[in-house]
């Protein structure tokens, strides 16, 4: 049964779009599902392994470091660092309305709200990344993916 509705869908599109159309259909959505993969990566790796403890344990915990962030945006005027910021939270919002989108088709919904919430400043956002952290599976993904990259795993509350 489910074969026979699989040839009968594959023949339509195949009659509707093409084949050329169906493969470059195929060939965009791969590729941009590695593009995906690496930012969220990159993402998840930039980030301090303290990020997502409470601010007052990271205050009690954390030794002087300076951030990838600090010294790269000290000699920019107000504007630049004013438009990287809009950028920064666009960029976020982005991955949040991704992540939703990811939650009913194939992705890491959870993981791509995640690094979007934290590009987005609002209040209460702690909180909320604290509700997704709660899930193990999303805690083991992000310390699996800094693990590959050879970054400590994060702490968490």
Known sequence: MI?????????????TFGPNV?????????IT?????????????QLDKQYFMSKKDAADNLAVTVGNDGGNLLHLSSSVK?????V???????????????LVLPGQGLITI?????LIPF?????????ILAKQSVRSTLNW?????????????
């Open 3 to 15: 074969l026979e509705y699989y040839s009968r869908i594959s023949a339509y599109l195949t009659q």
């Open 22 to 30: 169906i493969f470059f259909t195929v060939l965009i959505t791969s």
């Open 33 to 45: 599902s590695v593009v995906y993969f690496i930012i969220v990566s990159y993402s998840v790796t």
């Open 82 to 86: 004013y438009l990287l910021h809009i």
């Open 88 to 102: 920064k939270i666009l960029v976020g919002i982005c991955l949040v309305i991704l992540g939703i989108i990811m």
């Open 114 to 118: 995640l690094v979007g919430l934290s």
């Open 123 to 131: 209040p209460g956002k702690h909180k909320l990344e604290q509700h």
């Open 145 to 157: 993916i800094r693990i590959k990259a050879k970054k400590d795993p994060f702490i968490f509350d």
